[in-house]
Nanobody, 132 residues
Framework: QVQLVESGGGLVQAGGSLRVSCAAS????????MGWFRQAPGKEREFVAV????????YYADSVKGRFTISRDNAKNTLYLQMNNLKPEDTAVYYC?????????????????????????WGQGTRVTVSS
């Protein structure tokens, strides 16, 4: 089992930038596919971006493509989400999650999944608020 702790959320004006981080408790972090998901008030949790175990396969939601960048540093057991040109509709609690399935070291031929159900480990979330 791996514990995940997000940080870096806050209040930012529209058009601004923010980087959120996710620190993992174990070196096994490098074996997992990782994802960022978000949940806005009154809405279901949704996929934002995912990255495979090596960092070589990445997918983004259409709503953030070109503005957000997911990355990982396996030596530091840390996942990042750089968010640029933020919009009020990006306001949400952002969660990182780890999957031992598609896109992990154990399933390297499969791309990282966007399915929330395949992520076994979740952080507590960090709130991002974008003001207009």
């Amino acid at each position: 089992q791996v514990q995940l702790v997000e940080s870096g959320g806050g209040l930012v004006q529209a058009g601004g930038s923010l980087r959120v981080s996710c620190a993992a408790s174990k070196r096994t972090f490098s074996s997992y596919a990782m994802g960022w998901f978000r949940q806005a008030p009154g809405k279901e949790r949704e996929f934002v971006a995912v990255i495979n175990w090596s960092g070589g396969s990445i997918y983004y939601a259409d709503s953030v493509k070109g503005r957000f960048t997911i990355s990982r540093d396996n030596a530091k057991n840390t996942l990042y989400l750089q968010m640029n040109n933020l919009k009020p509709e990006d306001t949400a609690v952002y969660y990182c999650a780890a999957s031992p399935y598609s896109g992990s070291f154990y399933y390297p031929q499969s791309p990282p999944t966007r399915s929330i159900d395949e992520y076994d480990y979740w952080g507590q979330g960090t709130r991002v608020t974008v003001s207009s």
